[in-house]
T-cell receptor, first 110, second 115 residues
Framework: RKEVEQDPGPFNVPEGATVAFNCTYS??????FFWYRQDCRKEPKLLMS???SGNEDGRFTAQLNRASQYISLLIRDSKLSDSATYLC???????????FGQGTTLQVKP | DAGVIQSPRHEVTEMGQEVTLRCKPI?????LFWYRQTMMRGLELLIY????????DSGMPEDRFSAKMPNASFSTLKIQPSEPRDSAVYFC?????????????FGDGTRLSIL
């Protein structure tokens, strides 16, 4: 079983739609959680950290459920520019070692 | 401000040749990470350094791979001899520290093709 699992998609949605991505992690000792975004043939970039109480950044909302070892990302009012691969990332025991999921591909259509 | 700088951006070479990838982390960052990304395996951590000291190299695939960080502003990843299965995008990333919630900043990557 992979340490961080994501549905690879692709998710094809129209502009303005709301879309949600899920991610599960296997190590209950995981301490920090992130969503990164990677555009085609580019480097991963931090989108947002994920906090236990849930957090929001504009159209993006991240949730963490430690009991179920589950992380989610909700994107409201999708824009064409949101098309990318979204990587679920876990830091185990604050080692600095980030474990990346395979990524979920989002394609927003006009 | 300059981000993480990697060179070369692209490398095409024949199998058996030595390949050296270079990375300059963001100034002031104490932690440096080398990753490899392929379609099959996704993004994998190869090795990381804290204050120029290798902390975890368990992701290095085999003895053909080696990494050094002689000072705070420079690191190399070397493959000798190279093989076609080493073809991938190699990313270097840096962060202020390895503490909780410290984001990692990635370079543009080196696209390596071994023929």
């Amino acid at each position: 079983r992979k340490e961080v699992e994501q549905d690879p998609g692709p998710f094809n949605v129209p502009e303005g739609a709301t879309v949600a991505f899920n991610c599960t992690y296997s190590n209950s000792a995981s301490q920090s959680f992130f969503w990164y975004r990677q555009d085609c043939r580019k480097e991963p970039k931090l989108l947002m950290s994920v906090y236990s109480s849930g957090n929001e950044d504009g159209r993006f909302t991240a949730q963490l459920n430690r009991a179920s070892q589950y992380i989610s990302l909700l994107i409201r009012d999708s824009k064409l520019s949101d098309s990318a691969t979204y990587l679920c990332v876990v830091n185990v025991l604050n080692t600095g070692k980030l474990i990346f999921g395979q990524g979920t591909t989002l394609q927003v259509k006009p | 401000d300059a981000g993480v700088i990697q060179s070369p951006r692209h490398e095409v070479t024949e199998m058996g040749q030595e390949v050296t990838l270079r990375c300059k982390p963001i100034s002031g960052h104490n932690s440096l990470f080398w990753y490899r990304q392929t379609m099959m395996r996704g993004l994998e951590l190869l090795i990381y350094f804290n204050n120029n000291v290798p902390i975890d190299d368990s992701g290095m695939p085999e003895d053909r791979f080696s990494a050094k960080m002689p000072n705070a502003s420079f690191s190399t990843l070397k493959i000798q001899p190279s093989e076609p299965r080493d073809s991938a995008v190699y990313f270097c990333a840096s962060s202020l520290s390895t503490g909780q919630n410290q984001p990692q900043h990635f370079g543009d990557g080196t696209r390596l093709s071994i023929l």
